[in-house]
């Protein structure tokens, strides 16, 4: 019975351990819980658990360690960058105010002439004689303003207003004769044609550059008068082309058509001719007949204060003028007189026994050897009248000008007032930079006179160096110092 039992046991046993292992094998494996160790694991488990989390740990630390040199970085190189700017700021600027230090500029004494001046306004006094319309109607100047003319000679034509159609048909003739003698002439005919009209050109572009600078003034007083001198002009031109024989029948034609319109207005209108040789004008202020040549010596200076403190303007006539209506005006005399209301300027001033330059400054002339007739004292300062026959064609068109007049000229060696330095006024001296052997060097002066611009000098007595023609000196002084090298560098 014991054997029996025996070995059931065994096999017994066996198919209890055989269960366990399935048991095992079939058994899921059990995941340890996040956050805390499984039931019954050890320490491996638990390192094994935290190993990720300080891996991820340490990549965060690093890459803020990355951030931080990074940003160190960044700053060191941003802290280079405006001390490179703020060095080549500093270099421009002393650069900038290296070139930006004035240079010495030199120059030669030379000779040369101060004038002591004095602006003031004239009155213009010559003798005139009025011519008016002998009718009612259109005046057509025949002579150019400011001209000269000879006696006999036609001045204007007075057209009365039933000949308008008269003279539109004069015009239109003249027109379609200017435009045929041009067609001929580019045809090569009417030898010495071009040389008329050429003149013709130059001068009427001489007007056209006049009408320019006006308009350019907003200017516009002076239009009748180009007008007028226009209409001279090409009058003149028409005169001359006359005498051009250009072998057409068409000129011959037209020629004999205006001429008979002439004669018909001339006829049937007023035609002013020249009595005496003189200047012909067409602007008239009214005081032709009281103011002449020989009244200059009495002339109260009162009435030439109070003519010039008016404002009395020239008139010109143009267009339609009525019968006994003043229309020109002719010079007769070939000499002029200034009377002028000079301000700050005594009798002692001026002498009698010597001439005088006045300068039109708004004009650019100056009108030399003006003789003085008379001088005496008026208000604050002196009534002084001045003869000249110089500039009167100019001037014919002008009752008055502004004028700078010349008192006294000092001549010398002249130098800019720039080049002065250490100006003692109440000895009249001065300094000046020379050159001399490639050096600068400070020489004493006199100053005899100067004015805004240039003065002039001469040397000191007792002094060892003396200024002398073309001698270097510095114009802006202020630039260098006494002593330098003047050379390349």
């Known amino acids: 019975m014991k054997r029996h039992d025996q070995p059931s046991d065994n096999r017994s046993g066996r198919l209890r351990s055989g269960k366990k292992k399935t048991d095992r094998l079939r058994r899921p494996p059990v995941k340890p819980q996040r956050g805390r160790p499984a039931a019954g694991g050890g320490q491996g488990e638990t390192e094994a658990a935290s190993s990720p989390r300080s891996r991820s740990e340490q990549s965060a630390r690093r890459l803020q360690a990355i951030e931080r040199r990074k940003a160190r970085s960044r700053a060191v190189g941003m802290a280079m960058f405006v001390l490179v700017i703020m060095l080549v700021t500093v270099l421009l600027i002393i650069e900038v105010m290296q070139q930006a230090r004035p240079q010495p500029r030199f120059i030669f004494l030379s000779e040369g002439r101060i004038d002591d001046t004095v602006r003031a306004q004239g009155l213009i006094i010559r003798d005139e004689t009025v011519y008016t319309a002998p009718a009612s109607g259109l005046i057509k100047p025949l002579a150019a303003e400011g001209s000269r003319t000879a006696a006999g000679q036609k001045l204007a034509l007075i057209i009365p207003a039933d000949r308008e159609e008269q003279l539109r048909e004069l015009q239109k003739v003249e027109k379609d004769l200017t435009e045929l003698q041009i067609e001929l002439m580019n045809s090569g005919k009417g030898s010495g044609a071009r040389a008329i009209y050429d003149e013709s050109h130059a001068a009427l572009a001489g007007l056209a550059g006049l009408i320019r600078g006006d308009t350019s003034r907003s200017d516009l007083s002076n239009l009748s008068t180009y007008q007028a001198s226009i209409t001279v002009l090409l009058e003149q031109r028409t005169g001359k082309l006359a005498g051009i024989d250009f072998r057409d029948a068409r000129i011959t034609e037209l020629q004999s058509l205006r001429h008979q319109l002439e004669l018909s207005l001339g006829l049937d209108s007023g035609t002013l001719y020249c009595q005496d040789p003189g200047i012909v004008s067409y602007k008239l202020d009214g005081l032709e007949a009281t103011l002449r040549n020989e009244i200059v010596l009495e002339l109260p200076p009162t009435q030439v204060h109070e003519l010039l403190s008016g404002t009395r303007e020239m008139q010109t006539a143009a267009g339609q003028v009525s019968a006994e209506q003043p229309v020109l005006r002719l010079t007769s005399s070939h000499r002029q007189a200034f009377a002028f209301i000079l301000p700050d300027v005594g009798v002692s001033d001026l002498a009698l026994d010597r001439l005088y330059d006045i300068t039109l400054p708004n004009d650019h002339l100056t009108i030399t050897g003006c ?26 068109d002008r009752r008055t000008v502004q004028a700078d007049l010349t008192l006294t000229s000092t001549s010398g060696l002249r130098a800019p007032v720039s080049a002065l330095f250490d100006l003692d006024e109440n000895r009249d001296e001065a300094s000046l930079m020379t050159v001399l052997n490639g050096k600068t060097q400070t020489i004493r002066v006199a100053v005899i006179d100067r004015d805004r611009e240039f003065a002039i000098v001469d040397g000191l007595a007792g002094e060892a160096l003396q200024p002398a023609l073309s001698t270097v000196i510095v114009v802006n002084p202020e630039s260098i110092g006494e002593g330098e090298f003047i050379g390349n560098d």
């Open 371 to 396: 003789s003085l007739l008379r001088v005496e004292p008026f208000a604050d300062g002196v009534f002084a009248v001045f003869s000249s026959d110089r500039m009167v064609e100019r001037l014919s």
